[in-house]
Antibody, heavy 124, light 107 residues
Framework: QLQLQESGPGLVKPSETLSLTCAVS??????????WGWVRQPPGKGLEWIGS???????YQNPSLKSRVTISVDTSKNQFSLRLSSVTAADTAVYYC????????????????WGQGTLVTVSS | SSELTQDPAVSVALGQTVRITCQGD??????ASWYQQKPGQAPVLVIY??NRPSGIPDRFSGSSSRNTASLIITGAQAQDEADYYC???????????FGGGTKLTVL
C-alpha cells in the first residue's frame, strides 16, 4: 500500500524559504505514468495545486506561484521535495504531497494517494 | 479565482440522493475528479474519470454533461457529511485546477 509522509519545519519566517520533503513508501517514485505533486490548503479555505514533478525531473507549476516554486525528485531516496521562496503570511497552510496521475489520452488528471499533510505557519 | 465553480454548501436528508456540481469551460474536454475531505483529514479520491477507486462505496458516482461535472451520492449516509472538491485540467490543458469546494450537510 502506497504511503506518503511530509516532513519539514512547521514555522518559517517571512521572506525565508519553505522546504518540505515527501517520503514515499510501498511503491517506487520512478513508476511510469505518475507525477508527484504538492497541494496546499490555507486554514479554513480550499485546495490549491502548487506543482508536480515527473521522476526524470520534468516539472510544471501553478503560474501564480511559479516564480517562487522549486520541485525536485530524489529517486535514490524515493522522495520528492518542495521549496517555496520569499514566503509571506499568505503562504500559511497545510501542505499535502500526493501521487498525481495525468492521462493525456483521456484528458484526465487526479491525485489518488495523499500524505496526511503538514501545517506550515509563516510568522516572525 | 478558480476556473471550476462549485456551490459553497448543499444539504441532503439522510437516505436521499444529492448531486454536487462543478462547472467550468475546461470540463467540456476534460474529466473531473472528486475528493472527499473530512475535518482534520487529508482529501480522499472518490471519483476519477467517472469511476470509483477501490474501496469507495457504490453510492458514489460521477457524470458529466457539457461544461458541468456532477458527483452523485445515492442514499446519503451520515458519514458522507464532508467537504467535496472537484479537480480537472485547466482550459489550456496544461495545468491543474481545483474547485472552491462544497460543504455537504446530511440532515
Amino acid at each position: 500500500q502506497l504511503q506518503l509522509q511530509e516532513s519539514g519545519p512547521g514555522l518559517v519566517k517571512p521572506s525565508e524559504t519553505l522546504s518540505l520533503t515527501c517520503a514515499v513508501s510501498g511503491g517506487s517514485i520512478s513508476s511510469s505514468n505518475y507525477y508527484w505533486g504538492w497541494v496546499r490548503q490555507p486554514p479554513g479555505k480550499g485546495l490549491e495545486w502548487i506543482g508536480s514533478v515527473y521522476d526524470r525531473g520534468h516539472t510544471y507549476q501553478n503560474p501564480s506561484l511559479k516564480s517562487r516554486v522549486t520541485i525536485s525528485v530524489d529517486t535514490s531516496k524515493n522522495q520528492f521535495s518542495l521549496r517555496l521562496s520569499s514566503v509571506t503570511a499568505a503562504d500559511t497552510a497545510v501542505y499535502y504531497c500526493a501521487r498525481h496521475l495525468v492521462n493525456v489520452e483521456k484528458s484526465s488528471t487526479f491525485f489518488d494517494s495523499w500524505g496526511q499533510g503538514t501545517l506550515v505557519t509563516v510568522s516572525s | 479565482s478558480s476556473e471550476l465553480t462549485q456551490d459553497p454548501a448543499v444539504s441532503v436528508a439522510l437516505g436521499q440522493t444529492v448531486r454536487i456540481t462543478c462547472q467550468g469551460d475546461s470540463l467540456r474536454n476534460n474529466y473531473a475528479s472528486w475528493y472527499q475531505q473530512k475535518p482534520g483529514q487529508a482529501p480522499v479520491l472518490v471519483i476519477y474519470e467517472n469511476n470509483r477507486p477501490s474501496g469507495i462505496p457504490d453510492r458514489f458516482s460521477g457524470s458529466s454533461s457539457r461544461n458541468t461535472a456532477s458527483l452523485i451520492i445515492t442514499g446519503a449516509q451520515a458519514q458522507d457529511e464532508a467537504d467535496y472538491y472537484c479537480n480537472s485540467r485547466d482550459s489550456s490543458g496544461n495545468l491543474v485546477v481545483f474547485g472552491g469546494g462544497t460543504k455537504l450537510t446530511v440532515l
